[in-house]
């Protein structure tokens, strides 16, 4: 285990924050009286209020984007600026406790090399949205074979070096802790979690239910494809496979002959699992390529 002193003059804290001003200030100040030599970035996101002008009365290194490139683009934007070996990610809204920061930082000190806040019941979070994460984890468990508390949380630390690696795959939106997690799965680090409480945010969310719940099918099939795609290419081709049989059988006792329609469900399951096996072998060499 890392001491507090070494965990403190490694430690870089980021923060990605659009339109925070109502709580980037108090959350600044706590880990500051936590961590009074931890470097802080906190990342504008193209604020039009005084996110950054409050920042930096608290005591943290702006970094800035000209417009909003989204919460992932400005997590890239702080992994780049950081100079800790260990980036601690949060959220500027308050949601995130600074007092469970060092829960954290001891599973890294343990030889972790992602360690999660997994959000428990009772934190804040929509019926849709708390519905739609269980889906996301148990997707994850399947993907990986080991248990994911939270694919979604944005709570979380991380060794610089190794986050670094997969900074090319990380999309520019909300989903870089489902695409960091299953690449730090993917490569064979270990990713452990921390189970915490996220505190209602302060100020308005700026994700939107029906806009970003579109991307829902996107991201699970961005899970599949970046960890195991013969995972979700496999099934879809035997349930092809298996109607085109079930075809095959209805149309020979009822007409007695093979059907284009069995020909077409017959090799696009083919086709299908080539895609999978195919896409299989590209991911791996993509890692290995990373290596």
């Not at 604020?47 to 943290?60: H, P």
Request: with cysteine; net charge positive; charged share 20%.
């Amino acid at each position: 285990m890392i001491s507090h002193a070494k965990e403190i003059c490694l430690l870089s804290i980021v923060m990605p924050a659009k339109n925070e001003a109502a709580a980037v200030g108090s959350t600044i100040a706590a880990i500051r009286r936590q961590y009074p030599e931890a470097e802080v970035i906190v990342v504008n996101d193209g604020s039009c209020d005084e996110t950054a002008i409050l920042a930096e009365a608290a005591g943290a290194r702006v970094v800035h984007h000209p417009y909003s490139k989204g919460n992932g683009a400005a997590i890239k934007t702080g992994a780049r600026a950081a100079s800790g070996e260990i980036i601690l990610f949060m959220d500027a809204d308050g949601q995130h406790d600074p007092a469970d920061i060092p829960r954290l930082l001891e599973l890294i000190g343990q030889g972790h090399d992602m360690v999660v806040g997994a959000r428990q019941k009772g934190s804040q979070a929509s019926m849709g949205r708390g519905f739609a994460n269980g889906l996301y984890n148990r997707l994850a468990s399947w993907m990986t074979g080991h248990r994911v508390d939270d694919l979604t949380s944005g709570f979380r630390a991380v060794r610089t070096d190794k986050f670094r690696e997969f900074l090319y795959l990380l999309p520019n939106g909300f989903s870089y802790p489902t695409t960091s997690t299953m690449a730090f799965f993917r490569a064979g680090y270990s990713v452990a979690y921390v189970p915490i409480h996220a505190a209602k945010r302060i100020g308005k969310s700026h994700i939107r239910l029906l806009r970003d719940g579109s991307r829902f099918l996107l991201i699970i099939f961005k899970i599949g494809t970046l960890f195991s795609p013969l995972k979700i290419f496999a099934p879809v081709a035997l349930v092809m496979f298996a109607l085109a049989s079930s075809w095959y059988g209805w149309t020979w006792w009822e007409q007695g002959r093979f059907t284009n329609m069995s020909a077409l469900l017959y090799s696009g399951s083919v086709m299908v699992f080539l895609m999978g096996l195919i896409s299989e072998q590209i991911t791996a060499l993509m890692y290995r390529g990373r290596e």
